[in-house]
């Protein structure tokens, strides 16, 4: 199993981001699939999810409404737009796969919102 994000970077307050994550070595269409987020200094902390078929997502409450994931199963692809950032949006942000009991992790990207 191989996660790969990219797509963070520096952005001003207000500003949007949009993240990917290239998934291999599982068959993509039959997983869920998760954002995280860890800033420094804080636990690693849950931010959306999508279902296999992106039947239905959800959300923690503090990213709801500005947040969208989203999915490609045809590219083994999950997407995270993200907008409106605010300052403490600003971490390393990693997708996720459990597959076969297991946990896996990608090796983030970082996401830092600054004016």
């Known amino acids: 199993v191989q996660l790969v994000e990219s797509g963070g970077g520096l952005v001003q307050p207000g500003g949007s981001l949009k993240l990917s994550c290239v998934a291999s070595g599982f068959t993509f269409s039959n997983y869920d699939m998760r954002w995280f987020r860890q800033a420094p200094g804080k636990e690693r902390e849950w931010v959306a999810r999508i279902s296999r078929a992106a039947y239905s997502t959800d959300y923690a409450d503090s990213v709801k409404g500005r947040f969208t994931i989203s999915r490609d199963n045809t590219k083994n692809t999950v997407y995270l737009q993200m907008n409106s950032l605010k300052p403490e949006d600003t971490a390393v942000y990693s997708c996720?796969?459990?597959?076969?009991?297991?946990?896996?992790w990608g090796q983030g990207t970082q996401v830092t919102v600054s004016s």
């Open positions: 996720n796969v459990r597959y076969l009991a297991f946990d896996y």
